[in-house]
C-alpha cells in the first residue's frame, strides 16, 4: 500500500523528495487542495510581491520532477476525512486512497478579522500565490493601503507596498511591532525601520470597523484605505486530525519523531507540535526551514530510522534594506536580557537574547555568515552552557571562540 501525504506545500513536498531520495520504491501519493503545483510562500510577500521574482521561480520543483520520481501529485484535491483504523483517506470526490503510513502536512491558514465590513473584496489576507498576485495589483503609487497587524507579513507587506510608491499604515493592538516575539529593544528597530520609510503606525489601537475607502479604529480614527491587507495571524489547519480522533491542542501533537497518537500517521510542518529534546517542551513553529527540515526528518520517521528532530527553530525576514536570521528560540518573556553586538542604531548588529547567560536565540540583522556560529551558541544555551555577556557584546572577540573554553 502506499506512503499518503495530504499537504501539497513546502513541508509535504520535501517529505516526498526526501522519501524518494532515501530510496522509497513504493507508491507515492501527494494530495494537494491548492491547484498550482508546491510553492514557496516567502517570496510570496517579498520578491514576488516587489515585482523582482519571476513567477517560475517561486515553485519547490518543476513540473516534470513529480513524473520523473512516480510522485503521483494529486492537485485540487481536499482530504475530507482519514479512517484510521481501516487506514483510508477519502477525499471531496469520494475517492477513497489507501495508505500504509500518512503524513499530514495541512499548514496554516490566516486568522480572519471578526469586525464588521471585513468581507467586502478590498479586505486581503495572504497566504496563497493567486492572493499575492491580487494583492500585486492593488498596490499602485498613491494607493492608501492599511495593514492590520505588525506581525512579520504585516511589516513585510508594508515593505512591498511603499516600494510601490503607496501611503501605508498599520493598525496593531500592541505598542511595538513584533513585540512578542523579540520584546521591547529589538521590536523598536522594526517600528524605527518603517518609520524611517514613512509608515504611519496607529499602535495600541484595534479595528472596530471597515468602509468602502477607511478602517475605523476603537478611538473613532478613520485610517484612508483602498486596500486593507489583514495579517493577525494564522492557525493551524487541524480539522482533519481532529476528525480522525487524533490528539490535537494548538496544533496536531506528535512525538519527538513527529509521530502522532497513531503509529502510522505522522505530520511535519506549520501543523506539528513536536516534543522538542533539547527545548525541553512542545513547540509549533510556522516558519519555512522548519517545513523543510520537519517534511525530510518524517520521511526518514516513515521509513522506520530511529532518530529524534532536534533542529533549532530558524527563520529569515526581508524589509527594504534590512535582511535578518534568526536562530534558536526564545518564548515570550523568557529571555532575562539581550545583549547587542554591533550598531543597532545603523540596523547592522546580532542581538542575543540571554536566559542566566545562556544563549536562547540570536538575530543577525544586515551582518552575515554568521548563522552557524549563532546556532551552535543557541544550541550550548539550551543544553546549559553559559557564555560571557561582555565577550558576547563585543564584536572583536570572534563568536567562534564564545564556546571554546
Ligand atoms: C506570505 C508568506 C510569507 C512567508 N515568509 C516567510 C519567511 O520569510 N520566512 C519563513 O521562515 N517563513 C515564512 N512564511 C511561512 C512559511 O511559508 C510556512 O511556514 C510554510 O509554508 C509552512 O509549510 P507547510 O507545508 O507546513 O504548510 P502550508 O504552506 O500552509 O501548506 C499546506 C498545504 O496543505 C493544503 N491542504 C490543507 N488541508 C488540506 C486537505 N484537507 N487536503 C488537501 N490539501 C490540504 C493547503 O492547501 C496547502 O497548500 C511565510 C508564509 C507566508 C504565507
Not at 185 to 193: P, Q
Not at 327 to 341: C, I, L, T, W
Amino acid at each position: 500500500m502506499a506512503f499518503v501525504v495530504v499537504g501539497g506545500s513546502l513541508a509535504g513536498v520535501n517529505a516526498a523528495i526526501a522519501l524518494r531520495e532515501q530510496g522509497y520504491p513504493g507508491e507515492l501519493i501527494v494530495i494537494g487542495q491548492e491547484q498550482e503545483p508546491p510553492y514557496e510562500r516567502p517570496p510570496l510577500s517579498k520578491g514576488y510581491l516587489l515585482g523582482d521574482a519571476e513567477r517560475s521561480s517561486v515553485f519547490v520543483q518543476t513540473s516534470s520532477w513529480y513524473q520523473e520520481n512516480a510522485v503521483d501529485l494529486r492537485l485540487g484535491q481536499e482530504a475530507v476525512a482519514v479512517d484510521a483504523a481501516a487506514h483510508t483517506v477519502t477525499l471531496a470526490s469520494g475517492e477513497q486512497i489507501g495508505y500504509a503510513k500518512l503524513l499530514l502536512a495541512t499548514g496554516s491558514e490566516p486568522r480572519r478579522l471578526p469586525v464588521p465590513g471585513a468581507d467586502q473584496p478590498h479586505v486581503r489576507y495572504l497566504r496563497s500565490l493567486a492572493d499575492s498576485e491580487a494583492l500585486r495589483e492593488q498596490l499602485r503609487m498613491g494607493a492608501h493601503v492599511a495593514v492590520i497587524g505588525a506581525g512579520w507579513i504585516g511589516l513585510e507587506v508594508a515593505a512591498a507596498a511603499r516600494h510601490h510608491g503607496a501611503n501605508v499604515s498599520i493598525v496593531e493592538t500592541d505598542a511595538l511591532p513584533l513585540r512578542r516575539v523579540l520584546g521591547d529593544e529589538v521590536a523598536g528597530v522594526f517600528r524605527d525601520l518603517h518609520q524611517a520609510h514613512d509608515v504611519t503606525f496607529h499602535f495600541g489601537r484595534s479595528v472596530q470597523s471597515i468602509g468602502a475607502d477607511a478602517v475605523i479604529l476603537d478611538d473613532g480614527t478613520s485610517v484612508p484605505a483602498d486596500v486593507v491587507v489583514v495579517g493577525i495571524g494564522v492557525a493551524p489547519r487541524t480539522a482533519l486530525a481532529s476528525a480522525a480522533g487524533l490528539a490535537v491542542d494548538n496544533g496536531v501533537l506528535v512525538s519527538s519523531s513527529l509521530r502522532t497518537s497513531d503509529p502510522d500517521i505522522y505530520a511535519c510542518g506549520d501543523i506539528a507540535s513536536w516534543e522538542h529534546p533539547l527545548i525541553g517542551q512542545r513547540i509549533r513553529v510556522e516558519h519555512w526551514e522548519n517545513a523543510r527540515q520537519s517534511g525530510q526528518f518524517a520521511a526518514r520517521a516513515m521509513l522506520g530510522e530511529a532518530g529524534v528532530y532536534d533542529w533549532l527553530p530558524y527563520f529569515f525576514s526581508d524589509q527594504y534594506d534590512l535582511g535578518m536570521e534568526y536562530s534558536g528560540y526564545a518564548g515570550p518573556g523568557e529571555a532575562d536580557r539581550v545583549v547587542f553586538r554591533g550598531d543597532a542604531a545603523a540596523r547592522e548588529f546580532i542581538a542575543f537574547w540571554l536566559k542566566e547567560n545562556r544563549v536562547l536565540a540570536g538575530m543577525n540583522v544586515n551582518v552575515w555568515d554568521v548563522h552557524d556560529d549563532i546556532r551552535a551558541l543557541a544550541t550550548a544555551g539550551h543544553s546549559g552552557r553559559s557564555v560571557d555577556p561582555g565577550k558576547l557584546a563585543d564584536a572583536q572577540v570572534p563568536l567562534g571562540e564564545l564556546l571554546a573554553s
